[in-house]
């Protein structure tokens, strides 16, 4: 398949020679449903943490007789009921089972995200960027121009180094590198934009 390239100045036209196996495959929800499931677990710090009555310091004696005091039965005071014992069925900290998927599933849920931003108009390739843009106006200017607004660019690092000071204030508008590529933000954002040189390098990668 092809797909045009844009501009920057807006002068010329040309496009881009695209994997039909990549980029107009068939998507499955489920597939799509456990990468994001996966990734957000991932996200987590995990850093909460309560002391369970195990580790809580203290004695481990019955605070009083079990029979003949006409109250009800009690272990010891590091029992959750009581204040100073331990936290029942509390945060846990890193201990906590992540998600695991395979290398396989994760470019597969990319490419058929991918292939979707393709059919609904929204996946975009944009030249290199080979001079320095300065100005967050003129950057926002190009997306406008382009109905580029709310959107996720995929970028090359030389390119990324040359946008980065123009387009961080822009809202809802992220740049990250091509090798950081994920399946939650291309669901984020409705236009996803490649450069050309990030494009073939993500071909690449998923073709492998």
């Known amino acids: 398949m092809k797909l045009q390239v844009i501009s920057i100045n807006g002068d010329k036209k040309s496009s881009i020679e695209l994997s039909d196996k990549i980029f107009t495959s068939k998507l499955n929800k489920d597939l799509i449903h456990s990468v994001i499931g996966w990734q957000i677990s991932r996200l987590k710090p995990?850093?909460?943490?309560?002391?369970?009555?195990?580790?809580?310091k203290g004695s481990t004696a019955k605070i009083y007789a079990q029979k003949g005091t006409g109250g009800a039965r009690h272990s010891s005071k590091k029992a959750p009921i009581f204040v100073g014992g331990g936290v029942a069925h509390g945060p846990k900290g890193a201990v906590y089972k992540k998600k695991k998927i395979n290398k396989k599933v994760k470019k597969i849920g990319l490419a058929q995200i991918l292939s979707e931003k393709n059919k609904l108009n929204t996946l975009h390739?944009?030249?290199?960027?080979?001079?320095?843009i300065k100005k967050t106006k003129l950057f926002n200017n190009f997306l406008i121009k382009n109905k580029?607004?709310?959107?996720?660019?995929?970028?090359?690092?030389?390119?990324?180094?040359m946008i980065l000071k123009s387009a961080q204030n822009i809202p809802n508008f992220k740049v990250i590198d091509q090798e950081g590529a994920n399946a939650y933000d291309l669901l984020k954002y409705k236009n996803v934009i490649f450069t050309t040189t990030s494009i073939k390098f993500l071909q690449e990668r998923l073709a492998k």
Do not use: C, W, Y
């Open 46 to 56: 995990r850093t909460a943490k309560t002391k369970q009555r195990n580790e809580i």
């Open 148 to 161: 580029l607004l709310n959107s996720l660019l995929i970028s090359d690092k030389n390119s990324k180094s």
């Open 125 to 132: 390739v944009v030249e290199d960027f080979t001079t320095e």
